[in-house]
C-alpha cells in the first residue's frame, strides 16, 4: 500500500462525515420546511373552508333577517292601513249620528218657542180660571 498519514485520513474522514452531516442537515431543514410548509397549506385551506361555510351561514342568517324585517314593514303598513279604516268608519258615524252646532241651535230655539208658548197657555189659562173665580158669586 501506499504511505499515507493517519492524519490525512483522519482529516479526509473528517470532512467527509463533515460534508455529509451538512448534506444531512440541509435535507433535514428542507424536509422541516417542506412539512411546515405543507401543514400551513393544509391549516390555511381547512380555515378558508370554514371561513366560507361562516360566510354561507352569515349570508343566510342575514337574508332570513332581511325577509323578516320585510314582513314586519308590511305588518306595520297593514296596521296602519285598518287603523285608518276603523278611523274612517268612526269619523262617519259621529258625522251620521252626532248633531251639527246648527242643528242643535235650531232644535234650542224651537224647544224654547215651545216652552214660551206653553207658558202663555197656563198664563192664560190660570188667567182664565181667576176671572171665573172672580165671577162667582160669594
Do not use: C
Request: charged share 30%; hydrophobic share 45%; no cysteine.
Amino acid at each position: 500500500m501506499s504511505n499515507v498519514d493517519p492524519t490525512t485520513i483522519a482529516a479526509v474522514a473528517f470532512a467527509v462525515n463533515f460534508v455529509v452531516y451538512i448534506a444531512g442537515g440541509v435535507w433535514a431543514v428542507a424536509s422541516i420546511k417542506a412539512d411546515l410548509a405543507k401543514q400551513i397549506s393544509d391549516e390555511r385551506e381547512e380555515t378558508l373552508k370554514a371561513i366560507g361555510s361562516l360566510e354561507l351561514k352569515f349570508l343566510a342568517d342575514q337574508k332570513k333577517q332581511d325577509h323578516n324585517f320585510g314582513e314586519v314593514g308590511a305588518a306595520m303598513r297593514q296596521y296602519i292601513a285598518n287603523v285608518e279604516k276603523d278611523m274612517h268608519a268612526i269619523e262617519i258615524w259621529g258625522r251620521d249620528n252626532f248633531v251639527l252646532k246648527t242643528e242643535f241651535s235650531k232644535a234650542t230655539d224651537s224647544i224654547r218657542d215651545d216652552i214660551k208658548t206653553m207658558g202663555d197657555d197656563i198664563k192664560t189659562d190660570i188667567r182664565a180660571l181667576f176671572s171665573k173665580v172672580a165671577q162667582r158669586p160669594t
